[in-house]
């Protein structure tokens, strides 16, 4: 029987400058009080299509897939925070793409078919490219949580390279989730 790994295709958050922006936005957010899990910055990342769980021969198929994305590397702006699915119940605190979303768009548009074909179901909340930095675990202090995400809504991060699609394993464990890269693809690298 294959091991079930839980897993999703991302690009990864490597500019320390941008990391440590986003660790301090994440100071402030613990500084309402508010009940927060934040995501440690080497886990911070630019979910491309959560998958959920997979068996690993899935592995090489969904490499497959992602091979056939054609995109060249680019830059995106991190910029603004805001708080999913609204700010008037926050669950999810993210910071905010602003630069080439199109491209961001036009490889979810291409993975998404393939993954389909695969018996991946539709991805039902649509892609919205963001960086999540924290997750709401009560209405504690809600307001201040709120009103610090509305005093900091364009914060800029900085820039970050949107370079190689990585199939990512996702560990949960009682101190967080562990990621690790399963496959890596890298335009213009060797198929």
Not at 25 to 37: E, I
Not at 82 to 98: D, E, K, Q, S
Not at 148 to 156: F, G, Q
Not at 165 to 178: E, F, H
Request: positive net charge; contains cysteine; aromatic residues 8%.
């Amino acid at each position: 029987m294959s091991r079930v790994i839980r897993s999703f295709i991302a690009f990864e958050i490597d500019n320390e400058a941008v990391l440590k922006r986003i660790a301090d936005v994440q100071k402030l957010l613990v500084k309402t009080g508010a009940d927060l899990r934040l995501v440690k910055p080497k886990n911070i990342h630019i979910t491309m299509r959560f998958l959920g769980n997979i068996t690993s021969p899935m592995i090489e198929r969904i490499f497959e897939e992602m091979k056939m994305v054609q995109f060249t590397p680019f830059d995106v702006m991190v910029q603004g925070i805001g708080a999913f699915p609204h700010l008037r119940y926050p669950r999810v605190v993210w910071a905010g793409i602003t630069q080439r979303i199109d491209e961001m768009r036009h490889i979810f548009s291409q993975l998404e078919p393939g993954l389909r074909r695969l018996g991946f179901a539709p991805e039902p909340k649509g892609f919205n490219p963001h960086l999540t930095v924290a997750r709401v675990k009560s209405g504690r202090n809600k307001t201040e949580l709120v009103e610090c995400l509305n005093e900091n809504s364009d914060y800029e991060f900085g820039i970050v390279r949107a370079e190689c699609l990585r199939l990512k394993r996702s560990n949960l464990t009682p101190i967080g989730p562990i990621y690790s890269t399963l496959k890596e693809f890298c335009p213009g690298q060797q198929k």
